[in-house]
């Protein structure tokens, strides 16, 4: 009796072992993360963005707008508006870009 039981249970082990496996295909899930999604500016603000990147890089590197506080931004842009050429108006939106965020 013992001699039919592990005979019966090594046949199915091999018949286990011997068929297909099923295989589910592998899907990569696409997930956005805040660095993906652009944030869109004001219009003001992305005009004095435009500014600040086409006047200022002609010059020098692009500081950071976070690196400078904006009481910190007011003399340096206002010491910078005659080399850049910019009126108040320009000077104001950049201002406002600057200290944006």
Request: charged share 25%; proline share 7%; glycine share 2%.
């Amino acid at each position: 009796m013992k001699l039919k039981i592990i005979s019966v249970a090594l046949i199915g082990l091999v018949i286990y072992s011997c068929s297909p496996k099923i295989v589910l295909p592998v899907v990569e899930a696409r997930t956005e993360t805040v660095a993906d999604v652009k944030p869109t500016l004001p219009p003001d603000i992305a005009e004095g963005k435009s500014i600040f990147e086409n006047n200022c890089a002609k010059c020098h590197k692009l500081y950071d707008p976070k690196s400078y506080s904006r009481q910190n931004w007011i003399p340096i842009l206002y010491d910078m508006q005659k080399k850049a050429n910019l009126s108040d108006a320009e000077i104001d939106k950049v201002l406002a870009y600057v200290s944006y965020q």
